[in-house]
């Protein structure tokens, strides 16, 4: 039975639209119902990767001997349409004539650039790990994924979603979930899993704010712009969440909430979303944009580097709201000082999103 997870595989698709996507006549059920079997392998997958001590994780990943100077390690696979893992190695030449993989060699790139050069994290593991990307990932398939080991994306059907390597903030997104697995490591369900995917949508929208040189008055503050078709809708807005799409036809509404009055409860479950991780992230997302704005400037030189220092410092696999609340604003106190702007945007970001 699956009921609850530690560590589901983590896919940038909340079942809020998965879900109502079965429904819709332009897919054919087999496929989606297919594509739900494959989400429980992932699943399984992420649990054994999770689990497993990094020396070993190491060995069954391509290691490769660490240049002096660190460097981000990339490669990238094309699964040729089908469905396993990682499929062919692409070469130089493949790489250029192929879109896809030119978009996710640069979101990756961008990615491993900002952790390093704002961090001086050393990829997802801080240890050099290296990035395994496989594209063109099943028929049409409508998902982009952290399966625990790999980054694996699909190409969309065409008609509602693009292909799923078109949006940096969803590649960055996808591996800030990387990140958090070798920092915080936030179980999956509930407001850990809350936390887990808003600092996935956190990290991911600063790695677009860096690599467009935004500020947070110029960011958009907006996750998957592009893969959703049509130009009116995005997945989500850190800036206003319940808002990214309105009156989709296939998806009606963003239901996310903003604030702590409005935390949606639903069952820990696979149809509950883990207990609505996809819903209730926009309530620290709501915190976090909130904090930026009141700081000013380049969000990873502000609250940026609160957020991480509370990610890689001082949360757990059990921390729910309050505690990331408490950890950001004691992170802000330690870098910036007590009364600080950055101390002030923090506790403002929190008291705007309602956690207590
Ligand atoms: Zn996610």
Redesign the pocket.
């Known amino acids: 039975m699956c009921t609850s997870f530690r560590n589901p595989v983590?896919?940038?698709l909340p079942p809020y639209i998965s879900n109502k996507f079965k429904k819709t006549k332009d897919v054919p059920l087999a496929e989606s119902l297919d594509n739900d079997l494959r989400n429980y392998r992932f699943r399984s997958d992420r649990m054994f990767f999770s689990a497993m001590p990094k020396a070993n994780m190491e060995m069954m990943l391509v290691s490769k001997a660490k240049p002096a100077k660190p460097r981000a390690s990339i490669e990238l696979y094309h699964v040729g349409h089908k469905y396993s893992l990682p499929g062919k190695r692409m070469k130089t030449t493949e790489i250029a004539k192929d879109k896809d993989a030119k978009n996710v060699l640069n979101g990756t790139k961008q990615t491993w650039n900002f952790y390093y050069s704002i961090f001086k994290r050393n990829s997802l593991d801080g240890d050099g790990l290296t990035l395994v990307n496989s594209i063109h990932y099943g028929k049409k398939y409508k998902n982009a994924m952290w399966n625990g080991r790999q980054m694996v994306f699909g190409d969309g059907d065409k008609k509602v979603f693009g292909s799923f390597t078109l949006d940096i903030d969803i590649i960055a997104?996808?591996l800030a979930?990387g990140v958090t697995q070798y920092a915080a490591n936030f179980d999956y369900e509930n407001q850990p899993g809350a936390l887990n995917?808003s600092f996935?949508d956190v990290f991911g929208i600063m790695v677009k704010q860096f690599a467009l040189k935004q500020n947070v008055e110029q960011s958009n503050w907006l996750i998957g712009e592009n893969i959703m078709l049509g130009d009116s809708y995005a997945l989500r807005s850190l800036a206003a969440p319940g808002t990214a799409f309105k009156d989709h036809p296939s998806w009606g509404d963003d239901p996310q909430p903003a604030t702590m009055d409005k935390y949606l409860h639903f069952p820990n479950t696979e149809k509950g979303d883990w207990g609505g991780v996809h819903y209730n992230s926009g309530i620290p997302n709501f915190a976090f944009y909130t904090a930026a704005m009141e700081a000013g400037g380049f969000a990873w030189e502000t609250v940026g580097k609160v957020w991480y220092a509370a990610l890689t410092e001082s949360l757990n696999n059990r921390s729910d709201f309050a505690e990331a609340k408490n950890a950001t604003i004691s992170q802000a106190r330690k870098l910036f000082g007590q009364n600080s702007k950055v101390h002030k945007a923090v506790t403002r970001g929190w008291k705007a999103a309602k956690v207590k």
């Open positions: 983590q896919c940038i997104h996808e979930h995917e996935s």
